[in-house]
Every structure is written in C-alpha cells, then in structure tokens.
C-alpha cells in the first residue's frame, strides 16, 4: 500500500510541477511581462492548464485512489496518510465530474465576457454585457447540476471556494450578522466621519515601500522565501513552500493603499509559508478554504495592523520617515484616520465595520440570481436599492454599482464573495482563541514584536495546509462551531472607544 501511496504521490507532484509553472507564469504576466507577451501568454497558460488537468482526471488517479481506500480507512482520520488520500479523492471526484467539452465553453465564454465587461464597465454600459451574464448564469446552475443531490443550487459552487458550506448555513449566519451590523453602521455615520486628510498627502514610494517591508520581516514573513513586487491588482502566489511572493501598489497621494494592502497579503504568504514543508507538492500544501485565508490576512491588516497598541510602536517610526507630512499629526488623529468608517460605493475601498454589507448585497444577489427569483436584467435597479437600503447611499450609475467586480464577469456566479464576510468573522474568532492561550500578545504587539502570535497561528492554523476542512479546523483551533461574537464584540469595543457610542 505504501507503494501505491508513492505512487500517487509522484503523480500529484508532477501535476503541482505544471500549476506552479503556470502560476509562475500568471505572475509575470501581473508584474513584468511586456504587453506584447499577452496572446502567447494566454496559450501557454491554457496549454498548461489543459495538461494538468488531463494529467490529473486521468483514470489510473482513481484507480489508485480506489485501491488505497482500504488503507485509508485502516488509518486514524487525522493521519497524513489518510488525510492526503481523502483530500485528493475529494478534489478528483470533483475534477472528473465536469465534462472537459463543459470546461472549454465556460472557459471560452468567460474570457468573451470579460473583454466585454472591461468596456462595458468604463462605458457605464451594463445592457453590453447582460446577454453574456444571463449565458453565466445559465451555465452557473449547469455547472451546479454536475454535482446532483445538493440542498441549494449555490452549494456546489460554495465548494469551490469554501468546502463544506452551504448556502442555508451562509444565509443564517449573515442575517445575524447583518441584524447586528446594520444598527452599529447607523450608529457610526450619525457622528461626524473622521478626518483621513493626514493620509492624503505626498508620500514618496520608496520611503513607503520600505516602510512596508520592515513591518512584514517583523511579522515573520521570510524573504528568504518570499518577495514582493509591484501590479496593479495586489494578489499572493505561491510557486513552493520555499517561493511564497506577495504583490502590492502604490499611490503616493494616498498612504494607506500599499501599506494595508502589503500587511494583507503578507497575511496571506504568512499562511502559505507556515504550511509543514513535507506536504510540499501534494494538495495539503495550500490554504484550506478562502474564508480561512482571508481571516489570516485581515486578522495582520486589520486586528493587528489597525490597532492602537501596533501603532503605539510604529507610529514614531512612521513620524520619523515622513517628518514634513506627519511630524504635527498625533496618534490619535492617525488611528481615527486608518480607522474611517463611512458608507462607500467600491467594496475594495471599504473599511472593516461596512465592508461586509458589500459582500452580503453580493451574496443575496447570487442565490436570488440562481435560484431565478430576480433577472439579471434586474440586477442594476435591484443594486440601486439594496443600497440604500443597508449603506444610506445610491450609486450614481452602474459603473460603480453593479459593474464594479470582475467576479462575475470573469467566472461564474455564486460562491465568489463570502470568502470575504467568513475571513471577517473567523479572523476575530481565531484572534480571541489566541489571546485566551496568550494574553501578553497585545503588550507583544505595543513593542513591535509578533513572535507569539506567529508561532501560535503557525501551530494552530498555517502548518495543516489542507489536511482539515474549514468547519472541521475551527472547531479544533476553538473548540466549537463558527460564531459571529467575537467579530461583533471585537467591532463593538473598537469602535465605541473610537466614536463614543
Ligand atoms: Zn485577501
């Protein structure tokens, strides 16, 4: 049995050996690839795309994966062995499901719909690309019928992303969230925002680059197995347990851009390079779930990042390399200024209390949109008004409204946004089992030092890859279901401090 387990290891390798190529690929194409490169590009990650999957839907992969069951079930569940067996099995039944002629024509039609929605959005046109998503749609609910026997038909495209979620599960979790975020939005706005102008100024890209490292090397991150570059849309990949990269971007007029989004991504790598080296290659080897990979990089961008105590240290040294632009401001006026909540029109510019009321309108839309309850032809004045209802305000057109993600436009529709709203609420849940274990944390934190936290998450979370589910971790980490308390306690402390609620 060993042997077989060899065997099927060496394959999945090799199959991890050409996605890393790719990856590698998709990197350059997002940092230093000339534009001339683009049309090859595109075929050689197709070709490379096709032969992994050819590689990995090959029947002699269920066939050993059928021969090592016995042994796998000889096993404790959480052992490696078994653990490697059950993961793959899960991936490649979900893999030789999906009719390759299906892959190609949604493949095909996604790309169409993306060169299409890349005018359509800059045009403010939405009547362009609305043939197009009612095609995505369609194939969204065939793709989902692929997987026959589930409760909703948002639950197997949930699995893509978040494995083990369902849509009931979702739903019920988000109306208690929103029930409780919805009251402290309201309560937030009714004082005067706060005043950000301290982060709009001239800040040279150098200094904040740099800036920006030094605080990651003190996170952990290891550049010794990692760098970062420069793209327009930051992303993490990973080449090997050894070649985690992050990706950020600049804006010299606004500080907060690449510095929270070098702390978010970096929280991402953090968990890719704390991943136990002898799962390299093989599917353990990576995050479990999108909603537990956001929780890591919001829990170093936002529960630590925008924290008093971590800017009790770094502020000085922030004073210290911009004097001219942040000598006169104090603290105070900083942390109130990283901690601006006021209802916005873009998602990715939203702050951490309102954020998630972009993610829920998404989500709604998804399942009203799959289960044909509202049209997509409907969609624009359906947004207009979700809106105003939950954030107080109106997007003024379909550009920053309904356009405004290429979710939809470059994939299918439904499970591509909750990922967001759990890594929310599990960063917070995770954070407070850390500090029941650890409470000297936060005095770590006020002397710039993240040891403890780092090699608590490390521990609890990063070294299992994907060796347990989402649901079957946070139960391990915190010893009971996913729960929306310590994200609302968390939210309600901070902010009742920082507005005198
Ligand atoms: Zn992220």
Redesign the pocket.
């Known amino acids: 049995m060993e042997t077989k387990l060899q065997k099927l290891k060496t394959r999945l390798i090799e199959i991890n050996d050409l996605e890393s190529a790719a990856a590698l690929l998709s990197w350059d194409q997002s940092t230093y690839m000339s534009p001339g490169g683009a049309a090859a590009r595109a075929r050689q990650l197709a070709t490379l795309g096709q032969l992994s999957h050819e590689k990995f839907t090959d029947p002699a992969i269920g066939k050993l994966l059928e021969d090592l069951r016995p042994y796998e079930e000889s096993l404790p569940y959480d052992s490696d062995e078994a653990s490697l067996i059950r993961v793959t099995r899960r991936n490649y039944e979900r893999s030789v499901k999906v009719p390759p002629s299906f892959v190609a024509q949604l493949s095909s039609h996604t790309s169409q719909t993306y060169e299409v929605w890349a005018q359509a959005r800059p045009a403010n046109d939405f009547a362009k690309v609305q043939p197009y998503l009612e095609k995505t749609l369609d194939l969204s609910r065939q793709l989902a019928d692929f997987f026959p026997g589930y409760e909703h038909v948002a639950d197997p495209l949930i699995d893509f992303h978040d494995y083990g979620m369902k849509a009931s599960t979702l739903r019920t979790l988000f109306a208690e969230l929103r029930q409780q975020l919805v009251p402290l939005v309201q309560a937030i706005t009714a004082h005067p925002a706060a005043d950000d102008s301290c982060l709009h100024q001239t800040f040279p890209e150098a200094q904040q680059w740099a800036f920006g490292l030094e605080i990651v090397k003190r996170f952990g991150y290891d550049f010794e197995r990692g760098r970062q570059d420069k793209t327009p849309h930051p992303f993490t990949t990973k080449f090997s347990i050894g070649d985690v990269r992050i990706t950020t971007r600049v804006k010299e007029n606004d500080l907060g851009e690449a510095l929270f989004g070098t702390l978010?991504?970096a929280g991402?790598a953090l968990y890719e390079q704390g991943v136990r080296k002898d799962f390299e290659g093989t599917p353990l080897a990576q995050g479990t779930s999108s909603g537990v990979?956001?929780s890591q990089?919001r829990l170093w961008e936002n529960l630590v990042g925008r924290s008093r105590g971590f800017w009790k240290f770094f502020y000085p040294k922030l004073q210290a390399v911009f004097p001219d632009q942040l000598g006169s401001v104090s603290l105070d006026t900083f942390y109130r200024a990283i901690n601006k909540v006021q209802p916005s029109l873009i998602r990715t510019d939203a702050d951490e209390v309102t954020y998630n009321l972009h993610v829920m309108l998404r989500f709604d839309f998804e399942l009203a949109l799959l289960e044909g309850r509202l049209a997509v032809r409907d969609l624009p004045e359906a947004w207009r008004e979700r809106f105003k209802a939950d954030l107080g305000i109106v997007p003024p057109d379909d550009r920053d409204g309904v356009l405004q993600d290429v979710h939809w436009y470059d994939g299918i529709v439904g499970g591509a946004f909750q990922g967001y709203t759990l890594g929310n609420v599990l960063n917070a849940q995770f954070f407070e089992t850390a500090l029941a274990a650890h409470p000297e944390i936060p005095a770590e934190i006020e002397e710039g030092e993240f040891g403890t936290l780092h090699s608590w998450l490390k521990e609890n979370i990063y070294q299992h890859g994907s060796k347990y589910t989402a649901t079957e971790l946070i139960e391990r980490v915190t010893g009971g279901p996913m729960s929306i308390e310590p994200y609302i306690r968390y939210l309600r402390t901070k902010y009742a401090e920082l507005y005198k609620l």
Do not use: A, F, L, T
């Open positions: 978010h991504e991402h990979h956001e990089s």
